[in-house]
């Protein structure tokens, strides 16, 4: 369980869908360096992150920024529901030796909406 985990009165920017990915490789590098002395022993499968940022995607009109004869759309990351997906995908694959973040393994959580709906 995570305690509190949407009461934080703190409002992140949405991520666009590059900054997702590195959010999601990112740490996995860091610890992977911690643990085996290389951020490439720990592996994410690409197919595990264009899963997992279309499972979390919402898309919105851009902002004041935007010419106002336009209708442009971008897609950005829902942060609560990445990080609860990203949460729960670690405790099962970190039980591994050597582990590998994979598709399969969303898949068989129910991807996202069901890793939420599980809380």
Known sequence: ?????????VQLRP???????QAIRRPVAKWSEERYGDP???TVE????????????QTGTLGPS????????ASFAELPLLQLAL???????????????RAETLRRLDGAAGIAQHL
Not at 46 to 57: E, G, K, P, W
């Open 15 to 21: 991520l666009d869908r590059a900054a997702a990915e």
């Open 66 to 73: 935007a010419a106002p004869s336009t209708d442009l759309k």
């Open 1 to 9: 369980m995570i305690p509190e985990i949407l009461a934080s009165p």
């Open 87 to 101: 949460e729960r995908l670690w405790e099962e694959e970190a039980k591994a030796e050597k582990p590998i973040f």
């Open 46 to 57: 690409d197919a595990l992150v264009d899963t997992l940022l279309d499972q979390v995607q």
């Open 40 to 42: 490439e022993t720990v």
